[in-house]
């Protein structure tokens, strides 16, 4: 059964620091993984997608790596703002037949001003 | 375009009381997703709908949850005899069948159950 971890829980930083969110995953036959953003009280907003066979990817200040035979994923977060604020949440995809996610508890992030 | 929705974003319903949610995915996906947010137990997967195939249950916690999709697009989950252990958000996404396979998601219908 796949299992997802995100390390830290919370994280609170001060505005402009660059910092890293991790997340792990116990199967590494993944389809893809996913990063989301979740503000307080809403729905996910989808973030990067990673597929199996690429190593990163890359959105404005956002870059996502994955290393899959370590079962690992980071998602960098640079010049840090206080919209950045949310919890992010990291999900993997085993494929299969359903190609349901599997989520991390996620990472509260406060970016202080 | 427009993205997931769903109806109502809030619901509180006494124990006992069944409830329906509504799901209505993006114009041409054709997968759609239920998942379960609570606080316990974080976000879980409760049923897939494909096309016209049989739909994945493998996620539905008991018999008193069920979902059905008409026409391939909007999707009820229904709860039966509601339970205060049912109290959670309800997030709805959908994809299109691609190599990408990225799931878009709904703002969700909190479910409180008194």
């Known amino acids: 059964k796949q299992e997802v971890t995100q390390i830290p829980a919370a994280l609170s930083v001060p505005e402009g620091e660059n910092l890293v969110l991790n997340c792990s995953f116990t199967?590494?036959?993944?389809?893809?993984l996913q990063w989301f953003r979740q503000d307080p009280g809403k729905g996910l907003t989808s973030l990067l997608l990673?597929?199996?066979?690429?190593r990163e990817q890359t959105s404005g200040r956002l870059n996502a790596s994955l290393d899959k035979s370590s079962g690992r994923s980071t998602l960098y977060i640079a010049a840090s703002q206080p919209g950045d604020s949310a919890t992010y949440l990291c999900?993997?995809?085993?494929?299969?037949?359903?190609?349901?996610?599997?989520f991390g508890k996620g990472t509260l992030l406060t970016v202080n001003p | 375009g427009a993205g997931v929705s769903q109806s109502p974003s809030n619901k509180v319903t006494e124990k006992g009381k069944d409830v329906e949610l509504r799901c209505d995915p993006i114009?041409?996906?054709?997968?759609l997703y239920w998942y379960r947010q609570s606080l316990g137990q974080g976000l879980e997967f409760l049923i897939y709908?494909?096309?016209?195939?049989?739909?994945?249950k493998s996620g539905l916690p008991s018999d008193r949850f069920s979902a059905e999709r008409t026409g391939g697009s909007v999707s009820t989950l229904t709860i039966q005899r509601t339970q205060q252990e049912d109290s959670a958000v309800y997030l709805c996404?959908?994809?299109?069948?691609?190599?990408?396979?990225?799931?878009?998601f709904g703002p969700g219908t909190r479910l409180t159950v008194t």
């Open positions: 199967d590494s036959a993944i389809y893809n």
């Open positions: 996404a959908s994809t299109q069948i691609s190599e990408s396979y990225e799931q878009y």
């Open positions: 999900a993997v995809s085993s494929g299969g037949s359903n190609y349901k996610l599997t």
């Open positions: 114009s041409g996906h054709t997968a």
């Open positions: 709908f494909q096309g016209n195939s049989a739909p994945d």
């Open positions: 990673i597929q199996s066979s690429q």
